[in-house]
């Protein structure tokens, strides 16, 4: 199967930007969808599609998709953006219908 | 605004089968062109896509896991559920279900139940 593939973690200062990447064969095809993890609380939905957000995410979170490699960028992070990020596409090297994670990336701000 | 809820035994036996239900409330799990995902996140590791199941009833499962699973629905009780069996204490983890819509070259999954610990021990 498909792999993406996160930094495990990633550090920005307050009011700073930060880029988290996920890399994979099956970014070429498919656009990931980008998921705020924080501890105790199910997965919420930050980004999906070209660079689409829903409502109530914060326009300080952005996404784009270049290659294999796609980028979710927060622009000014908060002391409250501190969470795990997954990236999720579908599986383009699957014989049928899957969906595929990234290993997560911890994100601290300091 | 959409709910799902999971619900299942917290603790199961090694080798014995796993079985959990979600729940779906405030829309119809029938007849509309989502998915019906279970996830789950085992204790310090990531997110792991186990299978989906779409409204029609067809399921597709993550090819690792795929000889020990099975999706099923029933839309009289809005419900669909998850059965894995043998297990073993690699299956210790948080479970959640989640509806997933897919487009062409998009997807996302936009609800997701608050999760549900099951821990395999004797």
């Known amino acids: 199967s498909s792999e993406l593939t996160q930094d495990p973690a990633v550090s920005v200062a307050l009011g700073q930007t930060v880029s988290i990447t996920c890399q994979g064969d099956?970014?070429?095809?498919?656009?990931a969808s980008w998921y705020q993890h924080k501890p105790g609380q199910a997965p919420l939905l930050l980004i999906y599609?070209?660079?689409n957000r829903p409502s109530g995410i914060p326009g300080r979170f952005s996404a784009s998709t270049s290659g294999n490699t796609a980028s979710l960028t927060i622009t000014g992070a908060q002391a409250e953006d501190e969470a795990d990020y997954y990236c999720n596409c579908r599986d383009s090297t699957s014989d049928h219908l899957a969906w595929v994670f990234g290993g997560g990336t911890k994100l601290t701000v300091l | 605004q959409l709910q799902l809820k999971e619900s299942g035994p917290g603790l199961v036996k090694p080798s014995e089968t796993l079985s959990l239900t979600c729940t779906v409330s405030g829309g119809s799990i029938d007849g509309s062109s989502y998915y019906w995902d279970w996830i789950r996140q085992p204790p310090g590791k990531g997110l792991e896509w186990i299978g989906s199941?779409?409204?029609?009833?067809?399921?597709y499962y993550n090819s690792s896991l795929k000889s020990r699973v099975t999706m099923s629905v029933d839309t009289s009780e809005n419900q669909f559920s998850l059965k894995m069996t043998s297990v073993t204490a690699a299956d210790t983890a948080v479970y959640y279900c989640?509806?997933?819509?897919?487009?062409?070259?998009?997807?996302?999954?936009?609800?997701w139940g608050q999760g549900h610990l099951v821990t395999v021990s004797s």
């Open positions: 599609g070209e660079n």
């Open positions: 199941l779409y409204y029609s009833g067809t399921t």
């Open positions: 099956s970014l070429r095809g498919y656009f």
């Open positions: 989640a509806r997933h819509g897919s487009s062409g070259r998009y997807s996302f999954i936009e609800y």
